[in-house]
Protein backbone atom coordinates (compact mmCIF):
# COMPACT_ATOMS: atom_id res chain seq x y z
CA UNK A 1 0.00 0.00 0.00
CA UNK A 2 1.02 3.15 -0.65
CA UNK A 3 0.09 6.54 0.68
CA UNK A 4 0.72 9.78 -0.62
CA UNK A 5 -0.18 13.33 1.13
CA UNK A 6 -0.49 16.58 -0.49
CA UNK A 7 -2.50 20.01 0.17
CA UNK A 8 -6.39 19.76 -0.43
CA UNK A 9 -5.86 20.70 -4.49
CA UNK A 10 -9.56 20.11 -6.15
CA UNK A 11 -9.30 16.78 -7.06
CA UNK A 12 -12.12 14.00 -6.74
CA UNK A 13 -11.87 12.87 -3.36
CA UNK A 14 -14.32 11.34 -1.28
CA UNK A 15 -14.27 12.89 2.39
CA UNK A 16 -12.83 10.37 4.99
CA UNK A 17 -16.28 9.20 6.43
CA UNK A 18 -16.76 7.55 3.03
CA UNK A 19 -13.73 5.72 3.50
CA UNK A 20 -15.00 2.15 4.34
CA UNK A 21 -16.66 2.00 1.30
CA UNK A 22 -13.60 2.02 -0.36
CA UNK A 23 -11.69 -0.81 0.68
CA UNK A 24 -9.67 -2.49 -1.91
CA UNK A 25 -10.15 0.33 -3.93
CA UNK A 26 -7.22 2.83 -5.58
CA UNK A 27 -8.92 5.99 -4.08
CA UNK A 28 -8.32 9.89 -2.61
CA UNK A 29 -9.87 10.48 0.53
CA UNK A 30 -9.85 14.01 1.68
CA UNK A 31 -10.02 15.26 5.37
CA UNK A 32 -8.97 17.92 7.90
CA UNK A 33 -6.38 16.76 10.13
CA UNK A 34 -7.36 17.50 14.05
CA UNK A 35 -4.80 15.40 15.86
CA UNK A 36 -1.73 13.69 15.50
CA UNK A 37 -0.65 10.96 17.39
CA UNK A 38 3.22 9.33 17.77
CA UNK A 39 4.16 5.90 18.96
CA UNK A 40 7.37 6.82 20.68
CA UNK A 41 8.47 3.46 20.45
CA UNK A 42 8.47 3.02 16.81
CA UNK A 43 8.30 6.73 15.85
CA UNK A 44 4.69 6.23 13.71
CA UNK A 45 2.49 8.58 13.54
CA UNK A 46 -1.04 8.40 13.13
CA UNK A 47 -3.02 11.25 11.18
CA UNK A 48 -6.34 11.48 13.37
CA UNK A 49 -9.49 12.87 11.52
CA UNK A 50 -12.15 12.40 14.49
CA UNK A 51 -11.60 13.88 18.16
CA UNK A 52 -11.75 10.00 19.35
CA UNK A 53 -9.64 8.39 16.47
CA UNK A 54 -11.48 5.04 18.17
CA UNK A 55 -14.75 5.87 17.20
CA UNK A 56 -13.52 7.50 13.32
CA UNK A 57 -14.16 5.77 10.42
CA UNK A 58 -10.55 6.69 8.94
CA UNK A 59 -6.95 7.75 9.76
CA UNK A 60 -3.78 7.55 8.29
CA UNK A 61 -0.32 5.82 9.98
CA UNK A 62 2.83 7.53 8.65
CA UNK A 63 5.56 4.93 9.28
CA UNK A 64 8.87 6.69 10.88
CA UNK A 65 10.72 5.77 7.35
CA UNK A 66 8.14 7.97 5.86
CA UNK A 67 8.08 10.80 7.09
CA UNK A 68 10.80 12.32 5.08
CA UNK A 69 8.28 12.16 2.53
CA UNK A 70 5.56 14.51 4.46
CA UNK A 71 7.87 16.29 6.32
CA UNK A 72 6.83 17.24 10.33
CA UNK A 73 3.23 15.80 10.31
CA UNK A 74 2.36 18.36 13.27
CA UNK A 75 2.25 21.11 10.11
CA UNK A 76 -0.44 18.96 9.05
CA UNK A 77 -3.03 19.53 12.14
CA UNK A 78 -5.57 21.74 11.03
CA UNK A 79 -5.25 21.73 7.61
CA UNK A 80 -7.49 19.83 4.63
CA UNK A 81 -5.31 16.77 3.51
CA UNK A 82 -5.55 14.19 0.40
CA UNK A 83 -4.70 10.74 0.94
CA UNK A 84 -4.21 8.89 -2.30
CA UNK A 85 -3.89 5.03 -2.78
CA UNK A 86 -5.33 1.48 -1.65
Known amino acids: MILTLALLAG ?3 VPFTEAPKKIDE ?3 I ?4 LHI ?5 SG ?3 LNFCEDYRKC ?3 VVVF ?3 LEDIGDPQMLVGKEIEI ?3
Request: aromatic residues 8%; charged residues 25%; glycine residues 12%.
Open 11 to 13: SNC
Open 30 to 33: TGKV
Open 57 to 59: PFS
Open 44 to 46: THF
Open 26 to 28: TVC
Open 84 to 86: HGK
Open 64 to 66: ARD
Open 37 to 41: GESKR
